[in-house]
């Protein structure tokens, strides 16, 4: 603690004018509060205290899902809050430690910045935990949840889309829940790609090198401080690896990393990029996540009970686990039923060529010295991989590893499981479909991280400062059905606030996509899209099937709906196509065409760069969320459930999640053709579909306005939405049900 006499800890960055004043300001503070050596003066040691407490505070992720963290951080300095894109990491490294101090001077921000620590420690320290009581055994042996992408929060974006934001709600809803749990995935210190359109409408895209200093994960040390180091063989090589820890609430979750002197160019670079490079950096980095995710938990010295695969990425953690048990004298049919035992697995994808496949030729050559250790020959190797072990030809099909070495196996949806039960019949051919082993947990979403502030305000005026306890629970939602608790004008105006906030977004956006883009093309930005008119979001990966343009089919169609000066729509898309992916950049560019034309201009948006957060304003601010997959092609979907807790209603066709979602009165469904003749005839007959529910159903209700213009029916849809739909598609529930399910024996 200084004592007065040593130097004042100025940063090199506040010089001048400014410093002197802070000098001024910080010598005036100290005389108002006298310290000396003898009596420390509580005061200072206090915030001394806040501020290490905060730098730990942004240190967890914890703060991503609790806004009043966020608000705190955006406080000490709003421009380096939006400049930094909300990492409170880099925050707090702007911000000077002398700063800080006399910042927390302020009695009202030291206070709040006091009960928020509180509520942190709190939160880490909690006992009473469902966890604790449900299933003790995972804190000593705990589940290990592997996943070769996981998305969080902005700051580090290392998930390329649906299958990494629901790993970071899983642990995040483990981390609530209390239950014993450590994630494996990999650092990609450049991360997903940043999609810039260009004047073309094309998707061009580029990497930004991520920080590790400035970003909430520290390195994985042993006890000498040294970083603990592991290596594993691929092809002809040594290739070694380091870690880093990021905390996310009571939960560490693992990142690999390969960037290291030892390690040649290539091999650095094996963990550069999320689904980077080709078949063979794919292999490997797929060698890395599996086996190196298990010799890493095992150098931690974490014994986990049960291995999660989360897709068939990272099924070859089960190969480290049969080379444990060889080197410890098994024969090879043991070590893997004792494998089968210890792993499940969780399928995302019902299309064939979503698959990993890896031809026998790369196997062997990304082996190469692995393969004497983990299996007696090479044809027993690809045997795990292989429907039909006899066919020499055929790949190696990582998913079919994860079936073959797992004792449970789920689809992400109950039509999911169907269609994975006749995709993988072929592995079982004794069993009727019915009977093939692959079950299902509906997805969900991690609730506190996709409610945004009105909405948590809402709450929290109804509710006092514990508004979000029991928050998962059906109890909690039903208060939506009554009209006492809350009235149809006050969820009217919430839903304004909402759409205005997302309206203000977009216009900001896209005047800095506009001023980039469009040079010589003047826009009014701030008569783009209109705060009255029913607002329609789309966004999520621009894969084929997700279908993007669908609505757009018919255009003279659309233009009438669109332009009807009584009962407007308008559009907010956004979303990435793979960069090697032109199928998927065809019909964004499309859209962008569209968005240009003389009819749709100003009321079809296209929002760049989709993340987390473009994500958050989009499912908070739009009334209604499209979603036209060609069925059954979505496994589950999950950005339809993030509209719920914010009001929005669901206009999608019948698979995936809203299968089960969907009661009649809670959203709206786009009826959908079993067997097609084609796939033109199948977008032809769900675009008709589509337009009918829209001019027919959606458009009357959202307009029909009682006298004190309020929509009484589209309002007491939201309620049923919220009441039905947000207890049940959440992550709570969804990790609850893997643990009781799957990861207890
Ligand atoms: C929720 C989310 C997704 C997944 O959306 P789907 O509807 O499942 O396609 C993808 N990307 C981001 C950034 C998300 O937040």
């Known amino acids: ?113 006091r009960e928020l620590l509180k509520s942190f420690d709190a939160y880490l320290s909690e006992t009473d935990t469902w966890g604790r009581k449900n299933a003790p055994s995972l804190l000593k042996n705990p589940v290990a949840y592997f996943s070769a992408e996981i998305g969080f929060h902005e700051t580090l974006p290392i998930a390329a889309g649906g299958l990494g934001i629901l790993a970071g709600d899983h642990a995040r809803s483990a981390s609530d829940l209390g239950i014993g749990f450590v994630g494996m995935s990999i650092f990609y210190r450049e991360g997903y790609f940043q999609q810039a359109i260009n004047q073309d409408g094309w998707q061009t895209d580029y990497y930004v090198r991520l920080n590790p200093e400035s970003l909430p994960m520290e390195p994985v040390l042993d006890t000498n ?18 870690a880093w820890r990021v905390n996310v609430g009571r939960i560490p979750v693992y990142l690999l990393d390969t960037n290291r002197p ?78 089968r035992r210890q792993c499940i697995f969780t399928t995302h994808t019902p299309v064939q060529a979503g698959h990993d496949r890896f031809s026998p030729d790369l196997v062997k050559y990304a082996l190469h010295e692995l393969l004497p250790h983990v299996a007696p020959s090479f044809s027993e190797l690809m045997a795990l991989g292989r429907v039909n072990p006899q066919d020499e030809r055929e790949p190696f099909c990582m998913t079919v590893l994860a079936l073959k070495a797992s004792r449970a196996a789920n689809g992400v949806s109950e039509l999911h499981g169907h269609v994975s039960r006749l995709m993988w019949q072929c592995l079982y051919p004794r069993k009727a479909p019915a009977d093939v082993p692959i079950g299902h947990i509906t997805n969900g979403i991690h609730l506190l991280g996709w409610m945004k502030g009105p909405v948590r305000s809402f709450w929290k005026r109804k509710l006092g400062p514990r508004w979000d306890e029991g928050i998962n629970s059906a109890a909690y939602w039903e208060r939506m059905l009554d009209p006492e608790f809350v009235s149809d004008e006050e969820l009217w105006a919430l839903r304004y606030r909402l759409r205005r906030a997302l309206i203000e977004f977009a216009r900001r956006r896209l005047e800095r996509q506009g001023q980039r883009v469009l040079q010589h093309d003047f826009i009014a930005f701030d008569r783009i899209l209109n705060p009255d008119a029913l607002t329609i979001g789309f966004a999520r990966r621009f894969a084929a099937y997700k279908r993007a343009p669908l609505i757009f089919r018919d255009i003279d169609r ?81 950005s339809g459930m993030k509209i719920s807790c914010n009001g929005g209603l669901n206009l999608s066709v019948l698979d995936g999640w809203w299968c089960e979602g969907y009661d009649g009165t809670n959203g709206f469904a786009i009826a959908s053709d079993e067997n097609p003749p084609s796939t033109e005839e199948q977008d032809r007959i769900d675009s008709e579909n589509l337009y009918r529910v829209l001019s027919e159903e959606v458009i009357p209700c959202f307009y029909d306005r009682d006298a004190s213009g309020i929509p009484r029916r589209w309002i007491s849809m939201m309620r049923r939405a919220m009441a039905t739909l947000v207890p049940q598609f959440n992550t709570w529930r969804m990790v609850q049900e893997y643990t009781q399910k799957y990861y207890l024996p």
């Open 558 to 638: 659309i233009s009438t709906m669109v332009l009807d000066d009584a009962r407007p729509i308008q559009f907010v898309f956004a979303g990435k196509a793979h960069p090697m992916d032109d199928a998927g950049k065809t019909p964004l560019q499309k859209i962008l065409q569209l968005g240009k034309s003389t009819a749709l201009r100003g009321r079809l948006v296209f929002l760049e760069n989709y993340d987390v957060h473009v994500a958050r304003q989009m499912v908070s601010g739009c009334d209604l969320w499209l979603n036209n997959p060609r069925r059954p092609m979505e496994a589950s979907g999950t």
């Open 262 to 339: 030892e390690n040649q160019q290539l091999y650095r670079d094996l963990s550069l990029r999320v689904y980077g490079g080709d078949n063979t950096t794919r292999i490997m980095q797929e060698l890395l996540l599996g086996m190196g995710g298990v010799r890493l938990l095992r150098r931690l010295g974490i014994q986990p009970s049960v291995f999660h695969k989360n897709e068939g990425h990272v099924a070859f953690l089960a190969l480290e686990l049969i080379r444990e048990k060889l080197a410890a004298g098994m024969s090879f049919d043991d070590a893997l039923q004792a494998t």
């Open 1 to 113: 603690m200084s004592d007065g006499t040593e130097p004042l800890p100025f940063r090199f960055q506040v010089t001048g004018r400014l410093s002197a004043l802070l000098k001024e300001y910080y010598v005036a503070l100290d005389s108002k509060h006298p310290r000396d050596v003898t009596a420390p003066a509580s005061g200072a040691d206090e915030v001394a205290q806040l501020v290490t407490g905060l730098r730990r505070l942004a240190s967890n992720l914890w703060w991503t899902w609790n806004e009043d963290s966020q608000v705190i951080f955006h406080e000490l300095s709003p421009r380096g809050w939006q400049t930094l894109y909300h990492n409170a990491v880099a925050v707090l490294q702007e911000v000077s430690e002398y700063e800080l101090k006399v910042r927390l001077q302020d009695p009202s921000l030291a206070r709040r910045a």
């Open 225 to 242: 401080g040294e970083p603990v180091v592991c290596s594993l063989d691929i092809d002809l090589s040594k290739v070694y690896f380091h």
